[in-house]
């Protein structure tokens, strides 16, 4: 389950449309889990989490899914714009152990 | 202000040479992680500390050594065995277990 240095998928969307990313993730005791946005060059950045006690939670313009069944997360960003352009990372946390999804490069078509 | 902090931001090494990466965080964080992004890719575990004095392998810990003398401190040294050592590396610290991961923005490696 862990990232194994697969080249990143891609996901290009228009400019105003909704984005869903998916992630697939491998233990199913794990209790939480974050989205984390990267920019070319920065470190990631918190975006969304969600406990396993929950199936959905929303913010502002996104929204977390957590299907326990297929062990399976998505993240939609509602009318992506330029700045959502990034490499966004699904995390996993199991007790000690902060394990990341390979990612998706979202690029936003103005 | 609370953060993490990697330095430097660049790095050059020259083949052979030992090289330590610094984090530092004033957060009060107990775990800390290494993690290694090469262009294209996701995150590579290193190594991970869970307190002072304590370390634990990641998944590519080949090639690296770490060490845990303060809470606030968990430098990584690249070392001469380390055959690949060109890469974007990430530090991380999670104030307890189950809860947000905070990254510092990265020390870039070239060896030349």
């Known amino acids: 389950g862990e990232s194994v240095g697969l080249h990143l998928p891609t996901l290009s969307v228009q400019e105003g449309d909704n984005s869903i990313i998916n992630c697939a993730y491998s233990?199913?005791?794990?209790?939480?889990f974050i989205w984390y946005k990267q920019e070319s060059g920065k470190g990631p950045q918190f975006i969304i989490d969600i406990r396993s006690n929950m199936d959905k939670r929303q913010g502002q313009r996104v929204t977390v899914l957590l299907n326990k069944t297929v062990k399976h997360l998505s993240l939609q960003i509602a009318a992506t714009q330029p700045g959502d352009s990034a490499v966004y990372f699904c995390a996993e946390i199991n007790y000690d152990k902060v394990i990341f999804g390979p990612g998706t490069s979202l690029s936003v078509i103005p | 202000d609370g953060g993490i902090t990697q330095s430097p931001k660049y790095l050059f090494r020259k083949e052979g040479q030992n090289v330590t990466l610094s984090c530092e965080q004033n957060l009060n964080h107990d775990a800390m992680y290494w993690y290694r992004q090469d262009p294209g890719q996701g995150l590579r575990l290193i190594y991970y500390s869970q307190i002072v004095n304590d370390f634990q392998k990641g998944d590519i810990a080949e090639g690296y050594s770490v060490s845990r003398e303060k809470k606030e401190s968990f430098p990584l040294t690249v070392t001469s065995a380390q055959k690949n050592p060109t890469a974007f590396y990430l530090c991380?610290?999670?104030?307890?277990?189950?809860?947000?991961?905070?990254f510092g923005q990265g020390t870039r490696l070239t060896v030349v």
């Open positions: 991380a610290s999670i104030r307890q277990l189950n809860t947000e991961a905070f």
């Open positions: 233990n199913s005791a794990s209790d939480y």
